[in-house]
């Protein structure tokens, strides 16, 4: 029976491994330096903003913000979900099998660490491991199906 598969082409997995990589850089430099870099201070557009220790909730306004968070979430994510999404040189059942099995165990993982959280952490260094969680089920999907697979390619040369 022929199924719908909705995932990007191989070559998604370098452009995604390309924009990890980058962005693992760029997070190691931004988070080391004692100040955002100034470059990245521009006007954005926000359906909802709260200054911090200001008027209250703005909505559909311009802001003055440093968007260098918000290149690292996009592209992070981006490159994720490329890496994640991106079919195998050879796309078999088995193969979509290890996927799915993967993504179920990084399902639970992700919020077997959300529910310890709620139960254990608060205040500022919860909202660090919720930031954190945005990345976990990608993260832990990527590690999982890659080591499976090559457990799987191992096995397969191994009758050989």
Not at 137 to 144: E, G, H, K, N, S
């Amino acid at each position: 029976m022929e199924t719908q598969n909705y995932l990007l082409p191989n070559q998604f997995k370098k452009v995604g491994w390309f924009l990890f990589t980058l962005t693992s850089l760029f997070t190691i430099y931004y988070f080391s330096q004692d100040q955002e870099p100034h470059f990245l201070n521009l006007k954005v557009f926000a359906f909802v903003t709260d200054e911090i220790m200001g008027n209250g909730m703005s909505y559909f306004t311009i802001i003055n913000d440093n968007i260098g968070n918000e290149i690292i979430g996009f592209f992070g994510i981006l490159g994720c979900l490329f890496i994640a999404f991106s079919k195998e040189k050879c796309e078999d059942e088995l193969v979509a099998k290890v996927r799915l099995d993967s993504l179920l165990w990084a399902t639970y993982i992700n919020y077997f660490i959300l529910m310890g959280a709620i139960l254990f952490i608060y205040s500022m260094p919860f909202f660090w491991i919720l930031v954190f969680n945005m990345y976990t089920t990608l993260i832990v999907f990527i590690i999982r199906f890659n080591w499976m697979s090559y457990n799987l390619k191992k096995s397969i040369s191994d009758e050989k």
